[in-house]
Structure formats: C-alpha cells, structure tokens
C-alpha cells in the first residue's frame, strides 16, 4: 500500500463531505419537485452536478501516487 500525504487524507475527507452534500441535495430536489419547473429544484440539481464533480476532482487527487516536489541541493 502506498504512504499518502497528510494533504491526500484531508483531500480524502473534504472528498467524502461533498459526496454526502450531493446525497443531501439530490435528496431535498426530490422531496421539493411537484412537477412544475421551479428554479429551487434546478439550482438543487445544479448542486448535485458541482458537488459530485468536485467529489469526483478530489478523489482522484488523493488517491494519486504524487511525486515529491521538493528541491533538494548538494552541499559542497
């Protein structure tokens, strides 16, 4: 198993919360819809999408074997 950083486990979490906040909102447009065409519904649904998006973003970012950035230089 690859060493994550501490970064790739709050990415992880935060990941994890926006999933559960799409849950929540595809949740609360199905509970509003009525069959009209309301705005609140939409911008519930455009939620669902942002939210599962960055979710998605996330999750791919800490679950990457990233690189060490670091520069190191040689004492002489």
């Known amino acids: 198993m690859k060493e994550r950083k501490k970064i790739q486990k709050v990415l992880m979490g935060i990941a994890v919360i926006s999933y559960i906040a799409a849950i929540g909102c595809a949740m609360a447009a199905a509970y509003l819809t009525d069959g009209t065409a309301d705005p609140v519904v939409a911008s519930f649904m455009a939620s669902v999408v ?27």
Not at 58 to 65: A, E, F, G, M, P
């Open 50 to 76: 942002f939210f599962s998006g960055v979710g998605i973003v996330l999750h791919v970012i800490s679950s990457t074997n990233l690189p060490s950035l670091k520069v190191e230089r040689e004492r002489t």
